[in-house]
Each structure stands twice: as C-alpha cells, then as structure tokens.
C-alpha cells in the first residue's frame, strides 16, 4: 500500500487522532499561559523568588517525558493514566519559555518608559496593565510560540500512558514495522508543530509591530484570554467526556500488538452483549498493572510468566500449572483481581536470529549458536534486559556474552535485526513479524524461560457488576492456538490489516 492509499484508508483515524493532539496541545497551552504569565508577573515584583523558581522551571524542562510519566503515574488526583497525566507534563514542560519571555519582556521595557508613567501618577497595576504589558507583549508570544512548538513534540509521547495523539501512529509504525504509520504519524505532528509556529509567528509580529499604539492592545490581550478560556471549556468537555453507562469497562493492554488485540477481542464481546466499554490500549511499561491496581482500568491481558517474576517477584520456574496457580491466589489477595483461564496459547521470550543466518550456521537450538555469540551483537528490549527471568539469568544458563549487547525499545530490536545492525535479539515467540521479516525463534533446549500462559487480569468489583464479562471469559478459554494467535499477529503486523476489521473476521469464525 502507497502512503496516498493509506491515507485514503485511515483518513478518518488520523483526523481523529489530529483532534486528539490538538485539543491535548490547546488545552495545556492554556492552562501553561494562565500560571506562566502571573508567575513571570510575580517574578518581576519579588526578585527573590526568580532564581528558585526559574530554576525549578528548568529542572522539569530537563526531566525526560517518560520519565515524568512514570513519576506522575502513581500520584493520587493528578496520576493515573490518560488524558489527565499527560496534560499535567505538557503544562510542567510549556512552564519554563513562558515564564522566562515575561520575565524578560516586562523587564526589558526601558526605564525611563516606567519612570514616566509613574511620574504621571499611575499605580504599579496601571504601569503593569497599560504599559509594561503591551510593550512586553511581543516577547511574551514568543515565548507561548517556543512553548507550543515543544508541546506539540512532546505530546506523541503522550500515547504511553493512553492519552492518544499522533504518537499512536509512530508507537504503533514502530511496533509494525510500518512507514506508512510512521510517516503519517510524524509528518502530521511536523505540520502541526510548522503551523503553530507559523500562526504565533504572524501574532507576535502584529504585537511587535504594534508596541508603541499601547492603548489599542489591551482590548485584544483581554479578548485572546477570554477566548482561550472558552476553547479550554469546550475542548475538555470534548475530550474528557465519556459513556455513562453504570457498566461502563474500562479495557487496556500493553503497547504490542498482540496485548492491543486481546485487548480488541474482549472489547468486541463485551459490546455485542450490550457493555459499554471504553479502550485504553497501548499502555507502556508497567502502566497496565498500576492501572488495574488504582481502579482506572478494569481488565487487561497478561502472561503468568510475566505477572508471576515481574510483578510478585518469585525465582522462575518451568511448571505452568504451579505458576498459573500461585499467580491466581495472589493476585486475589494482594490486588483483589481475578486471573481468568488460559486462553490456549503461550508467548514465550523468543531467541531470534536472522533465517539466512540460521540456515547457513545450521542454528536451532540456542546452545547451537552460543559458540557463535562472542563474535555477535545483541539488541534486547528493556524488559528482557533486566527482568530475572531475562537476560540476567538468560546469560548464566546458557555461560554465553556478547560482542555488545544494546538495550532498545522492542519495536526497534526487529528493525535492528533485519537490518544487520545487531545479530540476536530476544522477541516474542507469537509475534508476526517473526514469518513477515524471515526470523527463526532458537528452541529453548536448556527450558530457562518460565511459562507465559496468556490470560486476562480482571478486577474483582468489576466482575461482580458486570454478569456478560464471566460469559465472555469463558467463551475465551483454550480458545486460542499458538498459531492462530501468531496468524492474527501477521494479519496486522504483516498483511497491515485494521485490528478492528481482524478482530471482527476472527470472532465471527469463532462463532464468538
């Protein structure tokens, strides 16, 4: 498919994710505008006060925006997940420009300008007001425009933890393997970032132009405030009004594609039984988990692997039964959540290496290739790298190092492998991309790697309220093959299928 076809695909998904940045963007603008602005205010009046406060202002321009995501996450009333976390990091990053240009341009207005005023027997209000306003107005948009520009940046991050945007686009090309998704995500957010600029751009000019007819500009200061105020009101209505729906299930899953279309399939049976359900799918990290726990979530997939060293924090083991069992018991204990039966299928970390590469090297089992890992690059994703049941005590198992090992987003590490630029990588043993980029998943010989039975994590409180969820887990049950799974991957990581439409297709086979 062309990037023109794809356009004319999915027009209608990118506007929607486009309203999704741009109401992300307007709203923390404004709230940005209405505490940098008085702040800088402040700032000129208490000279005291700048250094701590412009100080701690660059502090948080320098945090990296996953990083404040994981700080931010577990705060009660401004955490969470969705759009009310990534609002408040827009606003703490948009802080620093706005506040610095208004301390810059109220003070840079030339002294003997405030002399006279206040020699005419104006008060510091009406000096602030009618003439160091104005005349710092232009260096004040300035900063807004430098501000705005980076919001619109930092807001594709904002889709690992839920809040949408274009970043969906660029996490989802990325997961993919798709340039149509990359470039749709990244050229609109480009274009968006060139139009802002553009518009503030002509706005501070027209103050810049305008300086010395200062009467003539307060009128449009309190105009532009009062509209801004407005387009706040609208546009959060907009964006954080939800379905009503007293069972109303709030569905996530993690940012791969087969955790988005479990995710996707329970969603559908929940709505073909009347269930109102909201989607909050592509969650980074451990976001999923923390979620569930404080209640913004209701259900998501997971592994008993996964949830059974990563989460509880035991010593692998390689019975599945034991695990599933002990996941199960603790999980209604500690987090009051019910772990559903297997779904059928397994998603183990998968030892990958090139198919050339394994047919010419005669590779199948890892301890195959150990002799050859002196000599080869690894790419592992961050779980892998420093999970126990991963890299750590991978390595040991087999007594094997590498020539370098790098630690990268998993998306990336099946780019990198392709592409020759590491030699193994550590993926997952369903992952479609596996059949679409001619990978071949190394056996296991020595069985380290614990069992990652697929379930569902559901909140006890929502089972209870919801009667049509336990119909559809037990619909689910080993209803899932490790190669139909691996097969629904490929439709959508391979073939570039809409989840949505692969989901339907499947439940409808399925009888579902």
């Given amino acids: ?106 003070l840079g207005v030339e002294p003997s300008v405030r002399e006279a005023a206040v020699a005419m027997g104006m008060t510091d209000g009406q000096v602030l007001r009618q003439v160091e306003l104005p005349l710092a107005a232009g260096v004040i948009v300035t900063g807004i425009r430098v501000a705005t520009v980076i919001a619109v940046g930092v807001t594709t991050i904002a889709a690992a933890v839920g809040a949408g945007g274009l970043g969906v686009y660029i996490f989802r090309g990325l997961r993919q393997y798709d340039n149509n998704l990359l470039l749709a995500g990244a050229v609109s957010a480009a274009l968006l970032a060139l139009a802002a600029d553009f518009l503030l751009g002509l706005i501070e000019r027209r103050f810049s132009y305008e300086r010395a007819r200062t009467p003539s500009v307060a009128p449009r200061l309190a105009f532009a405030v009062v509209a801004l105020l407005v387009a706040l009101g609208v546009a959060f209505w907009q964006f ?64 008993t692997g996964t949830s059974y060293t990563a989460i509880l924090h035991h010593a692998p083991i390689t019975d599945p039964r034991a695990v599933y069992e002990q996941v199960k018991r603790e999980y209604a204990d500690k987090f009051k959540v019910e772990v559903s039966l297997p779904l059928g299928f397994e998603n183990t970390f998968a030892i990958l290496v090139r198919g050339n590469d394994a047919r010419q090297l005669n590779l199948k089992t890892i301890s195959n290739a150990a002799p050859h890992m002196p000599k080869w690059r690894a790419g592992f994703g961050q779980d892998f ?49 596996i059949a679409q980029l001619d ?74």
């Fill in 1 to 106: 498919m062309t990037f023109w076809q794809f356009l004319q695909t999915n027009w209608i998904e990118l506007v929607t994710l486009i309203r999704e940045h741009l109401v992300l963007v307007l709203i923390s603008m404004v709230v940005a505008v209405m505490i940098g602005v008085p702040t800088g205010i402040l700032l000129t009046r208490y000279r005291a006060l700048r250094g701590p406060v412009l100080g701690i202002a660059n502090v948080m321009q320098t945090i990296p925006s996953l990083a404040l995501f994981g700080f931010l996450i577990p705060l009660p009333f401004i955490g969470g997940i969705g759009t009310r976390t990534a609002l408040v990091a827009l606003v703490l990053y948009s802080l620093l420009p706005i506040i610095r240009n208004t301390v810059t341009g109220i």
């Fill in 240 to 303: 954080t009004k939800a379905p009503t729906a007293s069972n109303r299930v709030v569905v996530g899953s993690k940012d791969f594609t087969e955790s988005a279309l479990l995710a996707e399939i329970l969603a559908q049976m929940l709505e073909a039984r009347g269930v109102a359900v909201e989607r909050r799918t592509e969650l980074g990290g451990n976001l999923p988990h923390e979620a569930l726990i404080n209640g913004t979530l209701d259900l998501y997939p997971e592994y």
């Fill in 385 to 433: 790298k420093t999970r126990a049941d991963g890299y750590p005590g991978f390595s040991k198992a087999y007594n094997i190092n590498f020539a370098e090992v790098r630690e990268m987003d998993l998306s990336l590490t099946y780019i990198a492998l392709s592409s020759r630029q590491v030699d193994l990588i550590a993926g997952n043993s369903t992952d479609g991309r």
């Fill in 439 to 512: 990978l071949v998943q190394l056996t296991d010989d020595r069985r380290y790697f614990p069992p990652y039975e697929a379930v569902y994590l559901i909140r006890q409180d929502t089972l209870a309220r919801t009667p049509q969820l336990r119909d559809a887990l037990a619909r689910l049950a080993n209803a899932i093959s490790t190669d139909e799974m691996r097969q629904l991957n490929y439709e959508i990581d391979g073939n570039k299928r809409d989840p949505k439409e692969v989901v339907r297709t499947w439940l409808a086979q399925k009888r579902f």
